[in-house]
């Protein structure tokens, strides 16, 4: 299993900028496709990035896509959000998401970031 600690968000004014990490315990990284995830109060769970385990292919939703950035380290064991010209729509707690290369229910979790976007 791996343990992730999500690190970054918090308070920006709209069009700023913010970078989000997510770290992976464990030699394992690289088995793992990674995601982002964002929830607003009382809102679906909304998948908006994941990248492939060796990072070569990455996918984003059409409300996110030209302004966020997915990207990841293996050798690190890391993995990033960079989040560029940021609405007030994008206000939401944002968690990352491993899910295991051998076995697709094997899910698991960062313990979620807040990131509010207001002027």
């Known amino acids: 299993q791996v343990q992730l600690v999500q690190s970054g968000g918090g308070l920006v004014q709209p069009g700023g900028s913010l970078r989000l990490s997510c770290a992976a315990s464990g030699s394992t990284f690289s088995t793992y496709a990674m995601s982002w995830y964002r929830q607003a109060p009382g809102k679906v769970r909304e998948l908006f990035a994941s990248?492939?385990?060796?990072?070569?292919?990455?996918n984003y939703a059409d409300s996110v896509k030209g302004r966020f950035t997915i990207s990841r380290d293996n050798a690190k064991n890391l993995v990033y959000l960079q989040m560029n010209s940021l609405k007030p729509e994008d206000t939401a707690v944002y968690y990352c998401?491993?899910?295991?290369?051998?076995?697709?229910?094997?899910?698991?979790w960062g313990q979620g970031t807040q990131v509010t976007v207001s002027s």
């Open positions: 998401k491993a899910t295991f290369f051998y076995d697709r229910t094997r899910n698991y």
């Open positions: 990248i492939t385990s060796g990072g070569g292919g990455t």
